[in-house]
């Protein structure tokens, strides 16, 4: 098996993961097109299998949500076993299997055309010219367009039904896809038996496939096609709705992560397979405390701190943030070590004391990102359970590809009791269910009046995103970090003493993380003029006035002030694809300025 290419362990998880569809390069520039195998394939190609390869990490709560044992790297570098050395590779298959000569318009599927053993690229016999090693080879070229459905299935576009062809046709001899003018309608499939042919115009438009049924193939997987009812649809092979990757993610924050976690190391795997919870203080006292390092602890403190490691396990389906939204305020256990979570709390700044409550700088901290599935055609809203999502496996595994990074930011917590006086102000409280209400009818739109919309757009919720993204615009100024190296991570929930917070924060591979250039902007010195910058920098528009006025976004249906001139971040960097925005929320209207969270700090009122 010959490498065709390279990609960065961070794009197997953002949109090269398995059923991905990924053009490489080959040999003189020759093109290849392949889809991402699943994570079958991945140990078919190891040494070590699961969870007992050498590129494994965890993350016990993140786990425990996602019912698996551990967390695998995407494969780099060689694998050693004894004197077997291997190169660790990330398999794939060919996809799509038509394929178009440039020079003769032949089309057909990757059987007909001429290749050598062990390498992918092929090329087209009549077209090329000289003999052995002198061969000047013209590469065919994969088709631009292929057939998928909402569950996730892939197949060829039907080239050989797709022009009309004479009753008397025996469907046996070539097709040639002829270029004869710009866009769909001069891109012909024309038949060089019967003659007929026809263009591609309105190929991709829903319903363009007529009959055609999907064949519930998961070409990624290698396994049989399962019956499926979605109407396929046929789209560019390159387009961005070809591949959503589902992430879920998880910062490493008190309780884990810590000494005390570490000094239960040898006792865990027990500890976890104990049959009865009951069981547990004899097992302390008897098994821990005899050689715990601490000689003055009580059996009873111990066996409660455990419970409370345990009872964050067993919360299988539970929220992550809520326990990150604790510590981020808090700080952590007193007189226990971190390493992976250091954070300095900063004093708020005069002028924003009634506004904001928390503001910390974030001096250390590490992600694990785990992929769970993906999605084609439409992303999947993170608290959607009910999504159609394809799997990356043929059957569920005891472990699912993940990334670790480390890095550092700012956490930013709002003053609860300003908020919600805030929220309910009648403006402000129509101005979110319209908001609400436009987004629930294009998520209908995509996914049917079936599935009910799995979140509600609040208007904390537009406060606390627009706000993130302005100061995260902001940020990329004065810390030296570019928009798309800063990503968002949201702390929202409704009702006294919910959530109402977000993290900025930028991360890296390497394990000493980043230079702290964005944490030192979180100090009370210097988050004061950077965050009135933002707000100030939200007050005009260069689209005005249709942005402020929601012209720009009656695409979709929402009305509120956000486009790509203020508030819209690379899709990388925020969690909702630059969705659930208004930065009307923030500053107010011209129509209604007094609507603005931040109206009055802006005037300069108490």
């Not at 038509?98 to 599927?109: E, F, G, I």
């Not at 004899?282 to 715990?292: A, E, M, S, T």
């Not at 609860?416 to 309910?424: D, M």
């Not at 009370?524 to 006025?549: F, K, N, V, Y």
Request: aromatic fraction near 6%; charged fraction near 25%; include cysteine.
């Amino acid at each position: 098996m010959k490498p065709i290419g390279k990609i960065r362990r961070s794009q197997v998880l953002t949109g090269n993961g398995p059923g991905a569809i990924i053009d490489f390069r080959g040999e003189n520039g020759a093109p290849v097109s392949v889809v991402a195998a699943g994570l079958e394939a991945w140990d078919q190609l190891a040494i070590k299998k699961g969870l007992l390869n050498d590129q494994r990490i965890h993350h016990e709560p993140l786990q425990a949500r996602l019912q698996v044992n551990g967390f695998r790297l995407p494969p780099v570098g060689d694998e050693k076993v004894g004197r077997e050395k291997r190169p660790r590779l990330l398999p794939a298959y060919r996809f799509p299997d038509w394929h178009v000569c440039p020079k003769c318009n032949l089309l057909q599927r990757s059987r007909f055309w001429s290749s050598e053993i062990g390498k992918p690229e092929l090329w087209c016999p009549s077209c090329s010219s000289g003999r052995g090693s002198r061969i000047r080879k013209v590469y065919a070229v994969p088709v631009r367009f292929i057939v998928t459905c909402p569950a996730g299935h892939l197949q060829d576009f039907p080239w050989m039904s797709w022009p009309k062809h004479a009753e008397s046709c025996s469907r046996k001899k070539p097709l040639k896809l002829i270029g004869e003018g710009a866009g769909l309608k001069g891109l012909k499939v024309h038949c060089t038996e019967c003659k007929s042919e026809r263009d591609l115009d309105g190929a991709l438009s829903p319903g363009a496939l007529g009959k055609i049924s999907c064949d519930g193939r998961s070409p990624w997987l290698r396994k049989q096609p399962e019956p499926c009812n979605h109407q396929p649809v046929a789209i560019q092979r390159g387009a961005s709705n070809a591949y959503f990757p589902v992430i879920e993610s998880a910062l490493d924050v008190p309780p884990f992560g810590g000494s005390f976690r570490d000094m239960l190391e040898d006792f865990w795997p027990d500890i976890i397979a104990l049959d009865d919870r009951a069981q547990l203080p004899d097992f302390v006292r008897k098994r821990i405390l005899p050689v715990w390092p601490e000689p003055d602890t009580k059996p009873e403190d111990l066996t409660a701190r455990i419970l409370t490691l345990l009872t964050m396990l067993d919360n299988k389906a539970g929220d992550l943030r809520p326990n990150e939204h604790l510590m981020l305020c808090s700080g952590g256990p007193d007189g226990e070590e971190f390493p992976e979570f250091q954070i300095s709390p900063q004093a708020i700044p005069s002028d924003l004391k009634g506004v904001l409550d928390r503001v910390v700088s974030v001096e250390r901290l590490r992600e694990v990102r785990a992929l769970k599935a993906f999605t084609r055609l439409s992303p999947v809203e993170a608290a959607d359970n009910s999504a159609f999502v394809a799997p990356l496996s043929e059957k569920k595994l005891n472990w699912l590809p993940a990334i670790e990074v480390r890095g550092e930011g700012i956490f930013i917590n709002f003053d609860e009791t300003a908020v919600r006086s805030w929220e309910n102000d009648p403006n402000v409280v129509e101005r979110a269910a319209k908001a609400h209400q436009a987004a629930e009818r294009a998520w209908q739109d995509h996914n049917g009046s079936d599935r009910p919309f799995p979140m509600t757009i609040s208007a904390r919720l537009l406060l606390i995103h627009t706000t993130a993204h302005a100061l995260s615009e902001r940020l990329s100024l004065d810390s030296g970090y570019s928009t798309a190296s800063i990503r968002e991570r949201l702390y929202v929930s409704p009702g006294p003493g919910g959530m109402c917070g977000f993290l900025l924060y930028t991360s890296a591979p390497d394990s000493d993380g980043t230079l702290g250039g964005l944490s030192r902007k979180g100090r009370t010195s210097e988050i004061g003029p950077i965050l009135l910058a933002a707000l100030r920098d939200l007050e005009w528009c260069s689209s005005d006035p249709l942005c402020s006025s929601g012209i720009l976004s009656l695409s979709e249906g929402s009305g509120s002030s956000a486009c790509h001139c203020c508030t819209f971040l690379p899709e990388t960097s925020c969690e909702h694809f630059n969705r659930h925005l208004d930065r009307g929320m923030l500053v107010g209207t011209p129509a209604n300025p007094e609507l603005g969270f931040f109206r009055k700090l802006l005037d300069g009122r108490s």
